[in-house]
């Protein structure tokens, strides 16, 4: 059934109509020749300028070629009217004086005559155009009608002219109808057509015509035809000579603008290709300086540019080898004393039995910081790896599903304190691919310690998919969150939410800023999305085979039970359409709840989310007006007590965990 809705877009053809393939194959095969001219134009300046000034120069040629044309041939035509009337006056005048002066014929035996005084009309007038056109010498013919407008008129029987013009044809009807109507002289521009035995082609003429009378009083027409055919000839060479001087011009014209232009363009492209090759690292490349004009003095400045440059670029970069060095250095030589120290306080702390309550207590805070102190020595080796580009990557294919019951067996001692449970849920179906397995665990047990940290007492949901080229896993907490901007800022090194506040829970500050280099190391994403106390989720993408670019994520960045995902669903269902609400976490307060219920056996895995990007792809959903302010206090600058320490005995007499692999939960206040 027809919707009735009109063509998307203004199109005249819908994109499902028959002709919409044929026509868009069309468009496509006839603008496909035509690409490389565009591309050329966009990209060359010269051309555009030539071509420019060319059109520029030739409207200006045109123009002044129709102004010049147009006097000449006003002035032509002017001088030849003015000379035509002069001619034509003297000739009416005689014609008049003849027909006064005329004498009275005898008519012969038999004949008959024209007048009323028997005078010979018919003769006198042959006599007249024949002595009037004699002095023109082909400067102009004479014709001869009858008074009216037919073809012969009234007084004179008959046409007459001279030359072979055909008189009839030569004189328009409007002149005709004018001169009958007025005593004066009258003209317009016609053509002379010439009888058929002649030969001859029309010419174009000025007509002057004038009401007469003849010997016998009666009134006829007489006219005078010049030709224009020397005005036409010095017109069409006054043509010529504008259109050979216009073109000559134009042409001049674009070959000083191309040599303009290139005295511009050249710098700028030379500027261009050597400033190419600094932004590819070859700092040594400087431009070639001639003269002392302006674009002497800019290659000049763009010399001393680079140099400058390259000499920051060397300075900056021996700086940040020293502090390299400087920091793996350091590192190194902290681990002898460290190793000394770390005896001497194990020895105390196996012996803190026999102290008194607080020499036991120091000893058990002496353990604590020691193993944090441990912890941040790792980390900053590992930051100097990346920081050096040394970090190899040793990628084998791995089942992420081993790898996250891993992280979550190590933080079950710490989630049974925090009295947290943590769900998996995609993991029915194999998730494997190409990746460390060690880096990869390093950054889930990250992301799950600090889930676990911050999501106060309520579930932590690890998700599992797979879809196209790409793996994920998401990591839901529903805890304080994050406030706007934070998500952001969250994988920097040592970013804490409030500043003010110490780090005092046993992170780093380096966790996640590690996590993000391991990410990146595989060609992967670490994102993360949070809202002011609706908890966090922190999504890790990498791609199913190494080296292959990612075009999305299987699970989205922004998860389904999420305040603005209920509210779209809210609003859907306002509508009339079919909903299927999100999940809210309750409170732990023993209910015995399942919060996020767990995914069905065979599932199958979260389609590819097509809106996922590339890069950090931190979303913050603010808070609303209706949400506690409580939660944005709660943590502000969160930490995520070690792995080890929630193995640790809770009483001054419980026993110390040792370190499983030297990594712990990061503080999420500053790089979590």
């Known amino acids: 059934m027809s919707s009735g809705r009109p063509p998307r877009g203004g199109r005249l053809l819908r994109e499902g109509a028959p002709g919409g393939s044929v026509l868009r194959l069309f468009v496509r095969w006839a ?4 690409l490389p001219a565009v591309r050329l134009w966009r990209r060359n300046l010269q051309l555009r300028v030539v071509a420019g000034t060319l059109l520029m120069s030739l409207g200006v040629v045109l ?9 000449v041939s006003k002035g032509l035509l002017d001088a030849k009217e003015e000379a035509a009337r002069s001619q034509a006056g003297g000739g009416f005048a005689v014609a008049q004086e003849k027909a006064s002066n005329a004498p009275v014929d005898t008519p012969p035996e038999g004949g008959a005559t024209d007048g009323r005084s028997g005078r010979n009309a018919t003769a006198w007038m042959n006599d007249l155009v024949e002595a009037l056109s004699s002095g023109g010498q082909s400067a102009f013919d004479v014709v001869a009608l009858g008074a009216g407008s037919g073809d012969t008129g009234s007084g004179v029987r008959g046409a007459r002219a001279s030359g072979g013009v055909d008189p009839t044809a030569s004189i328009p009807v409007s002149l005709r109808a004018e001169v009958d109507k007025g005593a004066g002289a009258y003209l317009t521009f016609s053509k002379i057509r010439y009888s058929e035995g002649e030969g001859k082609s029309p010419e174009p003429s000025l007509v002057i015509g004038k009401r007469l009378t003849d010997v016998n009083g009666d009134p006829y027409h007489l006219y005078y035809l010049f030709p224009l055919t020397q005005e036409e000839e010095s017109l069409n060479l006054v043509r010529g000579t504008v259109a050979t001087a216009g073109l000559f011009v134009v042409v001049l014209l674009g070959a000083i603008a191309w040599f303009v232009v290139r005295q511009v363009v050249s710098p700028v492209r030379m500027a261009a290709g050597i400033a190419e090759r600094l932004s590819a690292g070859r700092l040594q490349e400087r431009m070639k300086v001639t003269g002392e004009d302006d674009i002497a003095r800019l290659g000049e400045a763009f010399n001393k540019m680079a140099q400058n440059l390259q000499l920051k670029i060397q300075q900056l970069e021996d700086l940040s080898r020293m502090q390299r060095r400087f920091v ?24 803190r039995v026999d102290f008194d309550p607080v020499t036991a207590r120091s000893a058990e805070l002496l353990a604590g910081q020691l193993d944090r102190f441990e912890s941040l020595l790792a980390d900053l080796l590992e930051i100097s790896r990346f920081d050096a580009g040394a970090a190899a990557l040793e990628a084998e294919p791995i089942d992420l599903r081993n790898v996250v019951r891993r992280v979550i067996d190590g933080a079950e001692p710490l989630a049974e304190r925090k009295g947290t449970r943590i769900r998996v849920l995609g993991d029915a179906q194999p998730v494997v691919a190409e990746a460390d397995a060690r880096r990869v665990e390093r950054v889930l047990r990250n992301l799950v310690v600090n889930a676990v940290e911050h999501g106060e007492g309520r579930d932590v949901v690890v998700r599992l998919a797979s879809a196209g080229g790409a793996v994920a896993v998401a990591v839901r907490d ?11 800022r969250v994988f920097n090194r040592f970013w804490r939410a409030d500043p003010a506040r110490a780090r005092t829970t046993g992170g780093t500050g380096l966790g996640l800023s590690i996590a993000v280099e391991d990410a990146r190391l595989h060609g992967g994403w670490l994102q993360a999305w949070g809202e002011p106390g609706g908890g966090s989720q922190f999504r890790l993408t990498l791609p199913r085979t190494a080296d292959e670019p990612l075009r999305g994520s299987p699970i989205p960045l922004e998860p389904e039970d999420s305040r603005a995902a209920r509210a779209r669903t809210e609003s859907a269902a306002t509508a009339g359409a079919r909903t299927v609400p999100g999940p809210q976490q309750p409170e732990r307060a023993g209910a015995g709840l399942d919060p996020i219920p767990p995914r069905p056996t065979g599932a199958v895995a979260v389609p590819a989310d097509p809106t996922a990007l590339p890069g950090s792809g931190a979303r913050v959903v603010p808070r609303t007006a209706a949400e506690p302010e409580g939660a944005e206090g709660r943590g502000a600058a969160r930490g995520a ?3 080890e320490a929630a193995a640790r005995a809770a009483g001054p007499g419980g026993g110390r965990a040792e370190r499983a692999d ?4 990061k503080d999420r206040a500053g790089g979590r």
């Open 662 to 665: 030297g990594t712990d939960g």
């Open 478 to 488: 529903y805890g304080v969150g994050l406030k706007p901007g934070e998500a952001t």
């Open 641 to 643: 007590v070690p792995e």
């Open 63 to 71: 123009l002044l070629g129709f102004v010049v044309i147009a006097q």
């Open 328 to 351: 793996s250095d350091v590192s190194h030589e902290l681990r002898t004393p460290l190793t000394t120290v770390r005896m001497a306080a194990d020895v105390i702390h196996d012996a």
């Open 31 to 34: 603008r496909r020749p035509l």
